[in-house]
T-cell receptor, first 109, second 114 residues
């Protein structure tokens, strides 16, 4: 069964203090690794999809990277509006998307 | 706005009752997914449909069922409801459901069972 583990569970940052979130995964035949942002009571908002080891994608202050066993989401110089729960998910050969528990990021001004 | 529409947004019902949640996928998307999110479980995959056919099944209870109609909208039916079924139910859609297709989520339907 696909497994996704995210760490840390929670991250408190000062505005401008860069950090990284980790997503470790086990899947037999990765179709894609997804990163989403979720605000309380809202639906997950798509950020990135990564398909193969070595791939990197960037969007504003966020950068996602992928290896064969884990993915990192780097937040550079975060702002308070980057506060959210960041979810990692893997899609295996059976098409279903398996999510990790998420990392809740709080950025203080 | 992801383009995935879910109704109703909020629903309160009693134990033992039956409810139907509705999802309209993004225009052009053929694949629909249903997820359950509760405080202690995170996002749990329930079921996926592609162009009207069931494609993948997760830990969906026998009391729950879903279908995708010819116009591609989908419904999730929850019956004999229990207190533990209280959760946020999300629908998501993608063009084909294969790799290489972004999966977009709706805003969810809050179900409270009392």
């Amino acid at each position: 069964e696909d497994q996704v583990t995210q760490s840390p569970e929670a991250l408190r940052l000062q505005e401008g203090e860069s950090s990284s979130l980790n997503c470790s995964y086990t899947v037999s035949g990765l179709r894609g690794l997804f990163w989403y942002r979720q605000d309380p009571g809202k639906g997950p908002e798509f950020l990135f999809t990564l398909y193969s080891a070595g791939e990197e994608k960037e969007k504003e202050r966020l950068k996602a990277t992928l290896t064969k066993k884990e993915s990192f989401l780097h937040i550079t110089a975060p702002k308070p509006e980057d506060s959210a729960t960041y979810l990692c998910a893997v899609q295996g050969p059976d098409y279903k998307l398996s999510f990790g528990a998420g990392t809740t990021v709080t950025v203080r001004a | 706005d992801s383009g995935v529409t879910q109704t109703p947004k909020h629903l309160i019902t009693a134990t033992g009752q039956r409810v139907t949640l509705r999802c309209s996928p993004r225009s052009g998307d053929l694949s629909v997914y249903w997820y359950q999110q509760s405080l202690d479980q995170g996002l749990q995959f329930l079921i996926q449909y592609y162009n009207g056919e069931e494609r993948a099944k997760g830990n969906i209870l026998e009391r729950f069922s879903a279908q995708q109609f010819p116009d591609l909208h989908s419904e999730l039916n929850l019956s004999s409801l229990e207190l533990g079924d209280s959760a946020l139910y999300f629908c998501a859609s993608s063009v084909t459901g294969d790799s290489g297709n972004t999966i977009y989520f709706g805003e969810g339907s809050w179900l409270t069972v009392v």
